[in-house]
Nanobody
């Protein structure tokens, strides 16, 4: 089993920055892909970014490219999502997820473990 715990959400003005953290525990993660997803009220959960735990290969949704950066710190079993130039449309509940595969996936159904989520609200 894998346990994931997100932190770092909050309220920020448009143009501001936040850094989300996801601490993983329970198993070794060298073969996992870690992902960030988000879900706004009334909308489906959507892919934001992913990183291969071993090798650091990253993938991003087009809507966040150039603004968000995903990174990992193996020694702390923690994945980060640095979010800059935030927009009101980035407002959502952000989830961390783990995938038991060496290949990335943009689909929520491709991930095996999920955190509880952390709320990000961007005011205009």
């Amino acid at each position: 089993q894998v346990q994931l715990e997100e932190s770092g959400g909050g309220l920020v003005q448009a143009g501001g920055s936040l850094r989300l953290s996801c601490e993983a525990s329970g198993r070794t993660f060298s073969s996992y892909y870690m992902g960030w997803f988000r879900q706004a009220p009334g909308k489906e959960r959507e892919f934001v970014a992913s990183i291969r735990w071993s090798g650091g290969i990253t993938n991003y949704a087009d809507s966040v490219k150039g603004r968000f950066t995903i990174s990992g710190e193996n020694a702390k079993n923690t994945v980060y999502l640095q979010m800059n130039s935030l927009k009101p449309e980035d407002t959502a509940l952000y989830y961390c997820a783990a995938r038991g595969s060496p290949w990335s996936s943009p689909h929520p159904s491709g991930y095996d473990y999920w955190g509880q989520g952390t709320q990000v609200t961007v005011s205009s």
